[in-house]
């Protein structure tokens, strides 16, 4: 079991607070992506859970234990960090070994576990190399291992793919889901990186300012953001948001959901000019001027033209009140949209 329950966490540095008050349930066997720009305190809160920074108010509870003053080595819980933190003066067998003989563990069930954790994350073949002799992927695999090993309730795993090149990081994401489906720990996971939350997680908890935006599975943060900071911060690009238009009403847009040609149902129609183009084989990225400011387009077609209109059917229109929330499209909104349509 790894259930964890952080209720009214704050954390300050001096007079820097970085986590006002937090609260926040992940649930036991869940993959579970802390995500939000530099500076969010997303790390902040991953290192609270691991027991490398105190709480100034607030507790964690790791399966209903308060452990908010345990020391770290006696939560259940294994750390994956950025730069691996593994020992280059030792093979791969040996730095997977080591937490074991720390803990007294037996010659014998060392030698069966070392053998075990590597066929699961395919570290056979290189036991007895030295991480210097290893690829970022194979040390990630190690840094894993190492983790692995101790059986913990829970997976802490902070931006650790944020070292590999992009080809490694796509396969690397692709590697950690399986591994997760195959160990059902709760997993914990902390990146600055959209894509790495969207394809990864089970549930995904966006934060700003120590803050929580919306916390929510990849398709409902997707499609339904909560705020214009969650609509904006997730999807590629990012969607467009129109602040004039609509009296004390914001409304926006993602850049697929815009079409070049006519479609069947009620729409909203923008001539737009279009400024830069991207063409990026199986679709374009048009960059664009219209009436209501700038707007992206992303399109499967290529179009010649520099004057296109563009319609969006008004179910794949999001509408937002004066303070940047979420609000439903109403018969009101409707007829205004109609009354500034092109």
Same mark, same amino acid.
């Given at each position: 079991m790894g259930e964890i329950k952080l209720i009214g966490i704050q954390k300050a540095f001096g007079k820097d607070v970085v986590i006002p008050d937090l609260n926040l349930t992940i649930e036991d066997?869940?993959?579970?992506?802390? =995500? *939000?720009?530099?500076g969010c305190g997303k790390s902040t809160t991953? /290192?609270?859970?691991?027991?490398l920074e105190v709480p100034t108010a607030g507790q964690i509870l790791i399966d209903n234990e308060d452990v908010t003053s345990m020391p770290s080595g006696k939560r259940g819980i294994a750390m994956v960090f950025q730069n691996y933190a593994i020992y280059p003066t030792m093979t791969v067998s040996g730095n997977i070994e080591f937490g074991l003989? !720390?803990?007294? =563990?037996?010659?014998?069930?060392? &030698?069966r576990l070392i053998s075990e954790i590597a066929d699961i994350v395919g570290l056979t073949p290189y036991l007895d190399r030295k991480p210097s002799a290893l690829? *970022? *992927?194979? /040390?990630?695999?190690?840094?894993?291992? /190492?983790?692995?090993v101790k059986k913990p309730k829970v997976f802490l795993l902070d931006e650790p793919l944020s070292n590999l090149d992009a080809k490694l990081r796509a396969a690397m994401r692709v590697e950690l889901k399986q591994l997760h489906q195959r160990l059902g720990t709760t997993f914990v996971?902390?990146?600055h990186d959209q894509v790495e939350a969207m394809s990864m997680a089970d549930n995904i908890v966006l934060m700003d300012k120590g803050i929580i935006q919306q916390s929510s599975n990849p398709a409902t943060i997707y499609h339904r953001?909560? !705020?214009?900071?969650?609509?904006?911060?997730?999807?590629?690009?990012?969607?467009?948001?129109?602040? !004039? *238009?609509?009296?004390? =009403? &914001?409304?926006?847009? /993602?850049?697929? &959901?815009?079409?070049?040609?006519?479609?069947e149902g009620q729409a909203f129609r923008l001539k737009v000019d279009v400024s830069t183009k991207e063409m990026l084989g199986a679709e374009c990225i048009y960059y664009c001027n219209s009436k209501l400011g700038q707007i992206i387009i992303k399109s499967p077609d290529d179009y010649p033209q520099k004057e296109l209109m563009g319609y969006i059917a008004? &179910? %794949?229109?999001?509408?937002f009140d004066a303070d940047s929330n979420r609000i439903d499209? !109403? %018969?009101?909104?409707?007829? %205004?949209l109609d009354r500034i349509c092109d």
């Amino acid at each position: 079991m790894g259930e964890i329950k952080l209720i009214g966490i704050q954390k300050a540095f001096g007079k820097d607070v970085v986590i006002p008050d937090l609260n926040l349930t992940i649930e036991d066997g869940s993959f579970t992506v802390l =995500v *939000g720009p530099s500076g969010c305190g997303k790390s902040t809160t991953l /290192r609270m859970v691991a027991g490398l920074e105190v709480p100034t108010a607030g507790q964690i509870l790791i399966d209903n234990e308060d452990v908010t003053s345990m020391p770290s080595g006696k939560r259940g819980i294994a750390m994956v960090f950025q730069n691996y933190a593994i020992y280059p003066t030792m093979t791969v067998s040996g730095n997977i070994e080591f937490g074991l003989i !720390n803990n007294k =563990v037996p010659k014998a069930e060392r &030698k069966r576990l070392i053998s075990e954790i590597a066929d699961i994350v395919g570290l056979t073949p290189y036991l007895d190399r030295k991480p210097s002799a290893l690829s *970022g *992927g194979q /040390r990630q695999r190690v840094a894993l291992a /190492r983790a692995m090993v101790k059986k913990p309730k829970v997976f802490l795993l902070d931006e650790p793919l944020s070292n590999l090149d992009a080809k490694l990081r796509a396969a690397m994401r692709v590697e950690l889901k399986q591994l997760h489906q195959r160990l059902g720990t709760t997993f914990v996971y902390v990146t600055h990186d959209q894509v790495e939350a969207m394809s990864m997680a089970d549930n995904i908890v966006l934060m700003d300012k120590g803050i929580i935006q919306q916390s929510s599975n990849p398709a409902t943060i997707y499609h339904r953001p909560q !705020n214009i900071f969650t609509a904006c911060f997730i999807g590629t690009p990012p969607m467009n948001i129109f602040e !004039n *238009g609509l009296e004390n =009403v &914001k409304f926006g847009a /993602r850049p697929e &959901k815009i079409s070049l040609e006519p479609i069947e149902g009620q729409a909203f129609r923008l001539k737009v000019d279009v400024s830069t183009k991207e063409m990026l084989g199986a679709e374009c990225i048009y960059y664009c001027n219209s009436k209501l400011g700038q707007i992206i387009i992303k399109s499967p077609d290529d179009y010649p033209q520099k004057e296109l209109m563009g319609y969006i059917a008004y &179910k %794949d229109l999001h509408f937002f009140d004066a303070d940047s929330n979420r609000i439903d499209i !109403n %018969d009101q909104l409707k007829a %205004d949209l109609d009354r500034i349509c092109d």
